[in-house]
């Protein structure tokens, strides 16, 4: 098992709004691309996150071979519990997820 970091091209998290973050997972090829669009699961990252996968909007795309998730923010952006102000640190939990 290989982290999901060393996998893929990239992996990067950023606002979607004050309300929502996306993470875009970049894996350069098709083979790549399957790979990870078998082996993480919106449940796991749901889980990573602690929050309802349910929540959460997923979106693989083959002709590009990224893989997306949207998922609400756990505190609204710029307020007093916001930690990461622009969601550029949740790219890094995701990148140390496991994946076959």
Not at 58 to 85: E, H, Y
Not at 89 to 95: G, I, P, T
Request: aromatic content about 8%.
């Amino acid at each position: 098992m290989a982290e999901l970091g060393q996998i893929v091209e990239k992996v990067r998290s950023k606002n979607a709004g004050p309300f929502w973050l996306t993470i875009d997972i970049f894996c350069g090829n098709a083979e790549k691309f399957r790979r990870v669009s078998q082996g993480v699961s919106t449940e796991r990252v749901a889980k990573l996150f602690g929050t309802d996968p349910g929540d959460m909007k997923r979106f693989d795309i083959p002709s590009l071979n990224v893989v997306k998730f949207s998922l609400p923010r756990p505190a609204v952006q710029g307020t007093c519990a916001d930690r990461d102000m622009h969601g550029a640190s949740y790219a890094a939990l995701v990148a140390e997820l496991a994946v076959n």
